[in-house]
């Protein structure tokens, strides 16, 4: 990881927030309408970028979780 990672972890931890929020309320849509191909799409990408800065972070457990989220 980086040598001072901590303004890298605010904007990692601002984005996992809002990720999270996009799956929460993908997920919710999709109660309501399962076969809405937009939301599972969104449910992806929520993942993928959580997916993403995961990785970048080194949080390794949850770039895992959020593969398997993908897949």
């Keep these: ?3 001072d990672q901590s303004e890298y972890v605010k904007l990692f ?3 996992a927030e809002e990720q999270l929020l ?3 309320k993908a997920l919710l849509a999709m109660e ?3 076969g809405d191909r937009s939301v599972m799409d969104e449910l992806f990408r929520a993942a993928h970028n959580l997916k993403g800065g995961s990785a970048t972070m080194g949080f390794h457990t ?3 979780l959020t593969h398997r ?3």
Excluded: Q
């Design 1 to 3: 990881m980086f040598a």
């Design 13 to 15: 931890l601002e984005d």
């Design 22 to 24: 996009v799956l929460n």
């Design 32 to 34: 309501k309408n399962p």
């Design 62 to 64: 949850m770039e895992r």
């Design 69 to 71: 989220m993908e897949d």
